[in-house]
């Protein structure tokens, strides 16, 4: 396969002005996308996902920096941008009364599609969402997660090489965001679509993303597949549940004195460390324990989440 860049961005900036005051929205970020990849967009609510994404799809003007998109300048050719990508935005497109065939038609028509073509390419994505039966219905009667997919399948409508979701999965049960994830990697196989995705869900950029860009504050603070940014985080979690005080306070120092331990944060009953290696640190930790005569309840070993590497890049959670 041939690696062609979908998307390359340099110094892509936005300030907004709001009363007289500047917000520094997009700092300067440079990102590369290819084709047919999942890219996922990932960080915390106001770290500027929706501004960089909206510059991406003409939307919004940057205040500074440049992108080709899909193979078109988007401050010399906007037209050309929007005429070869889809755009799913946060809030979603349809009208809760509208039927659902009229607003795929009419969608396809902004493209200069005409209806039997519309009808066809809708259906034929409809299908491939699993949507097969609402041509008919209203958009008000369909589930959150089918009125998602329906969202998507507006998206496509016009065969775009390039797809931009803000936000996919935002209100859905884990169920339907399950399978609104396995639709989007299956459209990516099937029709080769290109996906940039935002999200403020680690487990969403974590199953669905080839590639993830951490975004903070305007400023991309990281980036590389799912299991890169994993290795960045030194070591597993060790959680170790006590009977008492006294016990974790000793079950604390027999800890830190495991190979390559961090120091053992111990809150309550509860003591908690790193270590390079937790399948090999546990049996030895358990020995030692039981040595001492010290009874754990409850021990877990944790590999090193999406959230965690998100914590050691930038101090917070991102569950905050
Ligand atoms: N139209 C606007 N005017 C002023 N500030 C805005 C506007 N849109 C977004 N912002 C601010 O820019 C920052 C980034 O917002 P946004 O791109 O929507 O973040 P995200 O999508 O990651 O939640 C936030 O501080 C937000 O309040
Ligand atoms: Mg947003």
New binding site residues.
Partial sequence: MTMVTMIEAKGLKRT?T?RGKQ?E?VRGIDLTVRAGEIVGFL?P????????LKMLCTLLAPTGGSAIVAGSDLRTDAVGVRRKIGYVSQAGSTSPEAVVGDEIISHAQLYGIDRATAKARGQELLAALDLSDVWARTCGSLSGGQRRRLDIVMGLIHKPELVFLDEPSTGLDPQSRANLWKHIRSLRDTLGTTVFL?T?YMDEADSLSDRILI?DN?TIVAEGTPADLKKRVSGDAITLTLRNEADAARAGGIAAALEGADEPAIDAHVVRLHVPDGARALPVLLAELTRAGIDAIGVDVNRPTLDDVFLTLTGRSLRD
């Fill in positions: 907004y709001a917000i929205a960080g609510n106001g770290a500027g996902k929706t501004t960089t935002t403020h975004i305007g």
